[in-house]
């Protein structure tokens, strides 16, 4: 990788490396129909990016949380760069994932490539094993380089999958999967698009992935491969969020959480060269499903990572519950119970599906699948509803307030202190403050961390089910209720 | 009513008419920081007169919908400004918020006057009861000149409450709720501020209200009183909403809904002069709670709008899912039932209670209470409800979306066109523009409309579940219970 | 009708009266294994003849209720036997049936007649435009007749079904529906056996329609006729409920509700002979799916009832809470308001739809159908959630509560007394007769009306929600959200 | 304990052993007004003997899952009466309990004993600590010598409590609450009752627990200790369950499930003496608050459990749609999907709680509690929604279908045979017998332990919302917010 102009020698510890890295790329980024001088000084992208530092950060701070001593390199890793080595390394993936939730609350786009690493690293073992390849020992190297330097990897699975009735060779534009449109002795050649892809601009390599199930007519679509981000040929093309704009405001009120924030956009893939050492699966399209399960696998457990986003609403709610002065009142207490019982519920589920983890035939561990599903499916239904009893207890004002410069105003901030005065010791900016968070998370930005994202990410309500459907063993249920029904034969 | 600057003499019959007669007011408007110039232009606050606007146009565009005949004036006036003249008049107010939520897709912002003219109606008519005054009769007047003109009238009922453990009177500072501060000859003089004011600005005339039940000790609450919306002392801070700048962008697609939204502002109420003939209580403070009551009572069936608004949304998710190719999909297809069966349960119990309204003593009908609550809590939830699943059929597209200015782009546009192609009859940007509707009513400006005052507007939840509890006959049902059980004596 | 052995001459007009009219009938009924000498006197039979004799005490104590002046006798007569002239008496139905589930907490068995009358009415009338048939005109006699005489009239509609996936016509045994065997000069001759059917041994006449949509195939099956119910050739097989025989042992307690229950049945009709002037439809079978979905319309709104028998177990639920001294704490107080808010979104659903009633080209009035689907809908969950609460309330004893034997006993007795007692007013014996009526309603007897019968009568829940889709008027909301999203040509 | 008459020498090994240990006891047991003479052979009690004897069954069959070595005795004992010796020992509960739900189809009654034990192990240790006392060896002897009998340890717990707004030992009648009448030299002597006593005339001992906080003035309450079931001064009323008589009628299919169900009995204990060696609190009244914690700590999770019941039902409900023919229906695949969505939530959370396990002072482990509450609460409400959704795949049949006696007639049998036909594979019997398993279990007699127990047992659902309330930190999610809102000094 000394092609990389970022690569600028040492490893990197702390959240200041992380952003010198990603500074001078060159990155071509597309946001608000205008192209991006540096992605890292842009206020709209900037909180995407210190979401990521968090994990650096954490990692300084809480060793044993959030990084993990690698076989590979022997050396101490990040934990989302790390191969899980026991069922211990799964449940620690999602303890710190709710402490990262709490820490940043919204997204911090840094699991689809643990996730990522996870799966290849056990699907490329298989395909070895299938075929005789030498994909496995290619991609421990890689991640032997990507474990030392500390970079930040993204996956890159969500093809932009145009008519959803026809498989990728079928469709009348061939690109609408990512394809390798070339092979050549140096390496492979591919095309197409990513979509919805969260966090990608703030990391240092994109793992490119297949997105379904594919057949022997697909076999150019079967590709897994490490692109640099600052690769030739790549553009990004940012998407809007509820609010964003706000980020580009004076002050930091009503941003709601002026820090952090997640990060979606479509890579455009327009013919970027990938060397052999980079191409962990090419054309073993039988492997394509695999791959997406068990990514989604591990994915849909990842989510425990709503439960620490929920643990900030959580918080916010009873804060502004006291704030108003009703704290106290049953149905007010009542109501943090329940939020907290379907955070919870995220959580254990999660959890379960971590401890009950597995080990694979390439030897690191993968979690349960049922269970992950399970977890993942309450994902797309309770964040919602934490959400809505939050702006149940945050009362009216939260979508009512005035902008942060009329509260700054000489002539109507005292008027505002005078008839938004709740509790006399509690400054009527907290109060406005808690309640442009609370607006964040369920109508702003980070809702579309803490809502959307959580409906359609790692599979939308409907792939759960399938899934749910596909691994309850119906026949010992069936066996068992025709035994005690008296069935004979049984 | 020669005073008012605004009244230009003829009726106001059209939206045209309206529009006009709402310029030149010279309201202190304030909005992100800047006295407003003229509010009828402002692209953040259009928005929500063009949804008043629609009341004048559908008015003329199907009178048995969205008019009467006044039995005060014997001319047919807009049903905004009808008195209830029997159980019909109710029920068809419920049909046109229902057209109205369709047609805007947001809050219209009438209901309120609508549901406060109707509310101080008999309450006036109870007080001279018991009283001796003559409220009715000048109220009478007061609406008589009201429906000629064609006002737009708004209702003003939520004060800001300061430390809610605490009577208006017992407030450390006594301006938190809005009070007579002077008796004169001519009238009075009030002072303090209301919250969360639906639609003023783009009214004609204020009805103030008290916002709570309110004892001997603060007769000087006890206050009913029109003032005109630029009467002096008046000072309009407008709330910001979600995405609330995008209206002031070019382009008319990332706003997803450019024609219509809703309004909030707090109103300061600076020491404002009221003659005598605009006053309507003055003092009576045991009328405090049945006006609440009736307005409750009246506002909370009136949220049958947003099954109009819901019509919306319903109708969004099922184009997107057209657009998507998965409509033929069982789980789609059940997913928009589930989205009716919500939004007709709205419809349902709010039209129940319409349908079961009763004489007042004042000789206009005023709906059941009990299926009234019941419908403003199914409000308080639903609409949530719907929202996600919207969100579900949208896809994850919906919160990833590039803006319009790269869709615009001569080099972004054809790559956004080839990547983001669905079913090959639908052009990219109705896809576009459906998802960026969809974003708009669930995490932009009409979500706070369809949303959150659906969650607080009338009432927040323990609201309607108080009322519940007081309007069950507990003891019938007991005394059912026991004769059943065999218990003697029943 | 000079036939029928039961016809004793007078009208029956009093409760003494009716069960008078149904002894020395010779049924054949079977239950338990037996045949049933005289089910009037049968102890599992009585308490559902006591159901449908309160619909006359019903009639004679609140005449505006449960009765009506008919146009087609002119007398007054039973409400369950009157035609609607009337949106009116659409909605004095569903009034009437909420009290007659308030007084007998159970299924009372007389709606299906009543809709089947009616629905009956207005097909036999399209029938006759279409055809120049003289059913409507026949139907009215027998209507007269049943009218004078005070009858009461069973309806059966569900067959047996055999293979769900094939036409009656294509069964493997062509009698898995009820048909036309035989066609007489003065009469036909039926074959086949309705399922589940909700009072019959208990009713005077039957009318038997048919089940599902058929085809020209199916013209044998396209059969509408009343039966008396000791017709020759009729069998009654008793189904079995859960608790039944506590009604053989002795006491009055464990039962739970001694008075009251519902009753299904097998009838097995056996070549039945029917004489013209009792055949309302012969072959016309596309004027069968017309019949069902106008029977289901008027029955799925017909399940207001469920929110009568929803008061006697929120009764319960309160008295419960009373008696273990507990009715005061926040969350039993919160927990009957949602019994209650539950049971009034059952109430007002199903009033919406009668008070939205047209009429029909036969001149009686229909309900609406949408509401109405949304009302059973709800009525297939929200009784289980009740009844969930409930079983809250009362606490683990509802379950452990040893018998009436023990209760009675003169050692155990006072043992109990001593270890059972909780507020000291209240004796041991009415804390047991409550905890009895909520096992009753929730797992004994009276479940299966109040919990099963309203999740599978008058449809299950996915044939409320496949109306609801047809319904709902797509095209409208789609039309909608595109004018708002501003996509050319709405 | 050669004292106890029942001690006939060899260990339990087998469910034959266990049969035969238990009878000749001469136990007073009362059932509906009979003194039952011996409890082994009589119908209503047998199935709950034999659902503990499945305990013994599997022991044998999967030792593994079963059974365990404990560092006490050192020897294989049943899984039962094992102290957790670590986490795995906690999480193999969870397992044993799923399997043995899914092989009884109702609760199996042993968890009470085994979660009693290891709240006594800790807690004993916890008061030697504090009171210099001998507690914890003693109650290791107890346990070695019952783990080396292999004996059935009930747990009691529930006094009947009176009037509960008072303490124990302010009740008007001091028996309220099982208390401690005389100290003696040889031991102590206990009066009061235990109610909803889940499986003890199935037990070989019983362990005396308090139910609640208890302060000095109650020290008399503050008693645990161990007690054989045939001890001198014990009454059993045994209560009666939805269905029980089903059991005394001849044939097997109407019962629903013919081998097992639970037992529910009240425990009358009447001056009971007790020898020092088995008192394991005597007045040590600030650790009853800690028992009862750790107590309900672990049974809450171990209501895990009922995800292997919820495992036969829904065996059923997908049984009972293959029968019906209407198995490959979307909606009814959807609705198994929910079923095992709610039933794995069960299991997930229950799991977390228990991989989760600490250590405890004394040296065994005991699980989350946050966790275990959060199991436990979902336990209160899916049961009734899975019971639900299994009537629904049901049909009507499931409440309507004749008894047994009519299936076998020789006469109506072929009619039955006929009418109830629905797929040709399919003996009509079987159909029936799965309807009737599916009764059994939502509204028969395991409808007790599926769903009544579900919801009171370790605590009724408000008792889990006080201990999440108090589990939650709220501080942390308080800073948190604070910490994001940009809220100074956090």
């Known amino acids: 990788m000394t092609a990389s102009g970022w690569t600028k020698g040492d490893p990197i510890r702390t959240s200041e490396d992380y952003l010198e890295s990603l500074r001078g790329r060159n990155l071509e980024v597309w946001l608000l129909g205008e192209r991006v001088e540096e992605p890292v000084d842009h206020p709209i992208i900037r909180p995407s990016i210190n979401a990521i530092a968090e994990t650096f950060d954490l990692a300084n701070r809480n060793p044993d949380l959030a990084t993990a001593k690698s076989a590979i390199t022997g050396e101490r890793v990040n934990r989302f760069l790390h191969i899980t080595e026991g069922v211990d390394d799964v449940v620690a993936q999602n303890r710190m994932q709710r402490e990262l939730g709490r820490l940043t609350g919204t ?98 390599w994109i793992l490119v992935m297949p997105t379904l199930r594919l057949t022997e007519a697909d076999r150019d679509y079967a590709v897994v491969c490490a692109v640099p981000v600052e690769a030739k040929g790549l553009t990004y093309i940012y998407g809007r969020q509820a609010c964003d704009t706000r980020a580009m405001e004076p002050g930091d009120i009503d941003v709601g959480n002026a820090r952090y924030s997640g990060q979606e956009a479509m890579i455009v893939i327009d013919d970027v ?27 849909r457990r990842s989510y425990v990572c709503k439960s620490g986003v929920g643990d900030v609403l959580i918080g916010a709610a009873a804060l502004i519950a006291e704030y108003n002065g009703v704290d106290r009142a049953s149905h007010i207490r009542d109501k943090l119970v329940e939020m907290n019982h379907l955070n919870e519920t995220i959580y254990g589920t999660g959890m379960a599906a971590s401890h009950e983890a597995h080990r694979t035939a390439a030897g690191n561990y993968e979690n349960d699948a049922m269970l ?100 309850a063993d119906m026949d010992e249920k069936k066996a068992a209720a025709m035994r005690l029904a008296g069935i004979e034969g049984k």
Not at 149 to 154: D, P
Not at 173 to 191: A, M, N, S, T
Request: glycine share 8%; with cysteine; charged share 25%.
């Open 107 to 204: 997204c911090f786009q840094r699991c689809v490539g643990m996730d990522a690493i996870n799966s290849v690293y056990s699907v490329t073992h298989d395909i070895d094993a299938a075929h005789g390849t030498r994909y496995h020992a290619r991609f421990r190297e890689f991640l032997a380089m990507a474990q030392h330097h500390g970079y930040v990897l993204g996956g890159a699975m969500t093809d932009v999958k145009g008519d959803r009735s026809k498989a990728p060779s079928d469709q009348a534009d061939p690109d609408l999967y990512v394809r390798i449109v070339e092979r050549r002795d140096d390496g492979i050649v591919i095309r197409g698009a990513k979509a919805h892809q969260t966090g990608c601009i703030n990391s240092h």
């Open 273 to 299: 060269f990938v060397p052999w050492e980079h191409v962990f699966m090419d054309g073993e399209h039988e492997f394509a499903a695999p791959l997406v399960e068990r990514f989604t696998n591990y994915h």
């Open 372 to 471: 992950a599903n399970v977890c993942k499916h309450h994902v797309t239904k309770y964040p919602y509803e934490i959400g809505r009893i939050a702006q149940d207890l945050a009362g009216g004002l939260v979508t009512t307030l005035p902008s942060e410069a009329e509260l700054k105003d000489s002539k109507l901030g005292p008027l505002l202190d005078k008839y938004l005065a709740g509790r006399a010791d509690i400054p009527t900016e907290h109060r406005v403050r808690i309640l442009r968070l609370i607006e964040n998370m369920t109508m702003g930005r980070n809702a579309v961390g803490y809502l959307t994202e959580s409906l359609h990410g790692a599979g939308s309500p409907q792939a759960q089910r399938i899934q749910i459907a596909r691994l």
